[in-house]
């Protein structure tokens, strides 16, 4: 690795909210939980710089993972009930000694972004949570979102994907100066990559690309075509719906691109979702915000 660079690792994990009606197959969060950090903790193991985007989190999740994972590191986001403690949210979780968060927002994937609200045809309410973060030392900058789409509005989805779109536009294109941050947008999208909604957070000028795209196929880890296994239920179908997306990948440079499991020999599912991982390196002193 160059000393001109930042190595950065960027996660993404829908968790399996703490239902108190586990599924035939699925475990108490009880039982998930210290499994689950257990894999956050060794995923981010060795990496100063890495951004955990979770979704699917109630707030008791939320307290019990930041306890795992200790004092060193911090979280941003709201619930998506009331803005507040209430419903899932959608938190970026990130080390202090490394990055200090200078600004953060939920937004409301709806026609009304800014209050608590449904969008289009979804059955609930949809969150994105965006952080603007400072390398300390180089103050090197980076934007992160973590999200989670609608599981039945397809409407709600593709107009969903258009305002993350905007979103991701309007934070690095606000940026003064030419040297704009890269964004990097992680979530649980209900969406293939033949559905409206990848594919209209991929057309031609969004200027998002997905990151498992750019890592060349022998670097690639693990099943590229299921990060959905569900946990085992007969109607429920696994597939590829969680992605890691890049605004700004110029300069950058893909190191790796990883499905790690989300099961192993004692046959307890961490959470019917694998985790995304991806490993990028990013110039210092880009968009240096001093």
């Known amino acids: 690795m160059s000393t001109s660079t930042i190595p950065v690792r960027v996660v993404t994990l829908n968790i399996r909210y703490a239902t108190k009606k586990p599924v035939p197959g699925e475990e108490s969060w009880t039982v998930r939980c210290p499994k689950l950090c257990a894999q956050l903790a060794f995923i981010a193991s060795s990496h100063s710089s890495v951004f955990i985007c979770l979704q699917e989190v109630l707030h008791t999740q ?14 941003i986001g709201r619930g998506r ?5 209430a419903g899932e949210f959608s938190p970026i979780f990130f080390r202090i000694e490394s990055w200090g968060c200078e600004r953060n ?28 973060f400072c390398r300390r030392k180089t103050q090197t900058a980076a934007i992160i ?48 990559p033949d559905g409206k909604a990848y594919k209209a957070l991929t057309m031609p000028g969004s200027g998002m690309e997905d990151m498992s795209n750019l890592v060349p196929i022998n670097l690639r880890y693990g099943n590229q075509e299921i990060t959905y296994t569900s946990f085992g239920e007969p109607n429920e179908e696994p597939k590829r719906i969680d992605f890691l997306f890049v605004r700004g990948s110029n300069g950058l440079k893909f190191l790796t691109f990883g499905i790690l499991p989300n099961r192993f020999d004692d046959m307890i599912y961490l959470s019917d979702h694998r985790p995304v991982v991806v490993d990028v390196e990013i110039p210092v002193g880009a968009a240096n915000i001093s």
Do not use: C
Not at 62 to 75: K, M, N, V
Not at 153 to 169: D, N, P, W
């Open 81 to 85: 009930k009331d803005g507040e403690e």
């Open 145 to 192: 979102m973590s999200t989670h789409l609608d599981h039945k509005g397809q409407t709600a989805r593709e107009e969903s994907a258009h305002l993350l779109v905007k979103l991701a536009r309007n934070w690095t294109e606000s940026w003064a100066g030419d040297l704009k941050p890269p964004l990097f947008l992680g979530g649980d999208f209900n969406s293939t």
């Open 105 to 132: 927002e939920t937004y409301w994937l709806s026609k009304t972004p800014d209050v608590p609200s449904k969008g289009w045809d979804a059955a609930l309410e949809r969150i994105v949570t965006m952080g603007l």
């Open 62 to 75: 939320l307290t019990d993972i930041q306890a795992r994972l200790g004092p060193s590191w911090a979280h």
